[in-house]
């Protein structure tokens, strides 16, 4: 009997953890993995697809530049499922570009609630983070972890969308492109205080 009730006691605190995103590092036979979503603002006609020069793993996230014409914007988005942001939350992910040197294109991580409908372009009004190619990965074939501090949210039920922006300036194909892998939202880890230890007595 004790062996039950300790494990309906371990069952119901488990449940009562948050959602938080888990790893996803787009390894899945379909894409966008279940609850994630593409979708972007009317312009174009190539989307988020997955490609095998990942950061880790086999796979990847990417989204190819395209030839839509002189001075018309692109936004391309890739949205997580509903995430419940934990006390000192964090997102985390690898990114990186595929050109060296900077043509124009525009790297952001944005938020909605998840009240918003997920696919709305218009619903991801707050502004998480925004990158320059150069600032999207130090060298351009190398990716580099990039962590934003989700804190101001924390016990809000949120989508979070990776989304890029380009204004082709003339009618030549240009800009570049994203590949985006290991994504997550998890509590940071504190940092250790008050440590200290004592001597042992010989």
Not at 73 to 86: D, F, G, M, R
Not at 130 to 135: M, P, R, V
Request: aromatic share 12%; charged share 10%; proline share 5%.
């Amino acid at each position: 009997m004790k062996k039950i009730t300790l494990l309906l006691f371990t069952f119901f605190f488990t449940s009562l953890g948050f959602s938080q995103l888990p790893l996803e590092g787009f390894e899945g036979a379909t894409f966008p993995p279940t609850n994630w979503a593409v979708f972007d603002i009317g312009v174009g006609s190539v989307n988020w697809s997955t490609n095998v020069n990942s950061c880790q793993g086999t796979l990847a996230a990417y989204m190819n530049r395209q030839n839509v014409g002189a001075g018309i914007p692109i936004a391309e988005y890739l949205a997580t499922p509903s995430v419940n942001i934990p006390t000192n939350g964090e997102l985390h992910f690898f990114s990186r570009s595929f050109t060296a040197g900077n043509a124009g294109t525009t790297y952001e991580v944005r938020l909605s609630s998840a009240s918003s409908p997920q696919n709305n372009p218009g619903s991801y009004t707050v502004l998480l983070a925004s990158y320059t190619e150069d600032q999207l990965s130090a060298v351009f074939n190398i990716c580099d972890e990039h962590v934003i501090d989700l804190s101001a949210f924390a016990g809000q039920n949120v989508y979070i969308s990776f989304v890029m922006k380009y204004t082709q300036p003339t009618a030549a194909l240009s800009g570049d492109r994203w590949l985006l892998d290991n994504v997550q939202v998890i509590e940071k880890c504190l940092d250790p205080t008050a440590l200290g230890a004592t001597p042992l007595a010989t």
